[in-house]
T-cell receptor
Framework: DVKVTQSSRYLVKRTGEKVFLECVQD?????MFWYRQDPGLGLRLIYF???????EKGDIPEGYSVSREKKERFSLILESASTNQTSMYLC???????????FGDGTRLSIL | DQQVKQNSPSLSVQEGRISILNCDYT??????FLWYKKYPAEGPTFLIS?????DKNEDGRFTVFLNKSAKHLSLHIVPSQPGDSAVYFC??????????FGDGTTLTVKP
């Protein structure tokens, strides 16, 4: 069974801090994704990656960057956290584009 | 421009009855459609999918219907159970690319 693990369930940071959210998958999936979920706005794609060291901007990449140095790990970086980045962050992976995505349980991030 | 829309934020049905969740899309290039279910404090889990070459796919109590001319898909749950109460997201992708998600519909199944 596919396991997508996000390093923290809850995180509280201060404005201006550099924040790292980590995600690891154990099924050798090619594709990995970062989303944020806000009430009434569904899942919005921040960044995704089709391979190691490759990254593509999603729909809302501003204020974020990503890193994929190893196939199993995909990190989301908030360069300088702001209060409007308070949200639920979800990581996902999939084998190919025509396969369902497997999600982690999310990180609820609060920026104070 | 929202390419995938779920126009009903919430739906309430009685246990044992049919639940019908709807989703509309605007991008005619979408060729793969999925439904995910999400419980509170958990990530979404995959429920059922359909490719654009089909108009129906069944898996147990869950059936997804695709009407390409209307750019509309629906998820039928029969019979509905209290454990089906969750947020349901539809998603669509084109050419094995990234998925675009709707805003979700909260389904409540009353005992």
């Amino acid at each position: 069974d596919v396991k997508v693990t996000q390093s923290s369930r809850y995180l509280v940071k201060r404005t201006g801090e550099k924040v790292f959210l980590e995600c690891v998958q154990d099924m050798d999936h090619e594709n990995m994704f970062w989303y944020r979920q806000d009430p009434g706005l569904g899942l919005r794609l921040i960044y995704f990656s089709y391979d190691v060291k490759m990254k593509e901007k999603g729909d809302i990449p501003e204020g974020y960057s990503v890193s994929r140095e190893k196939k199993e790990r995909f990190s989301l970086i908030l360069e300088s956290a702001s209060t409007n980045q308070t949200s639920m962050y979800l990581c996902a992976s999939s084998l190919t584009g025509y396969q369902p995505q497997h999600f982690g349980d999310g990180t609820r991030l609060s920026i104070l | 421009d929202q390419q995938v829309k779920q126009n009903s934020p919430s739906l309430s049905v009685q246990e044992g009855r049919i639940s019908i969740l709807n989703c509309d899309y605007t991008n005619s290039m979408f060729d793969y459609f999925l439904w995910y279910k999400k419980y509170p404090a958990e990530g979404p889990t995959f429920l059922i999918s359909i490719s654009s070459i089909k108009d129906k796919n069944e898996d147990g109590r869950f059936t997804v219907f695709l009407n390409k001319s209307a750019k509309h898909l629906s998820l039928h749950i029969v019979p509905s159970q209290p454990g089906d109460s969750a947020v349901y997201f539809c998603a669509a992708s084109a050419n094995a690319g990234k998925s675009t998600f709707g805003d979700g519909t909260t389904l409540t199944v009353k005992p």
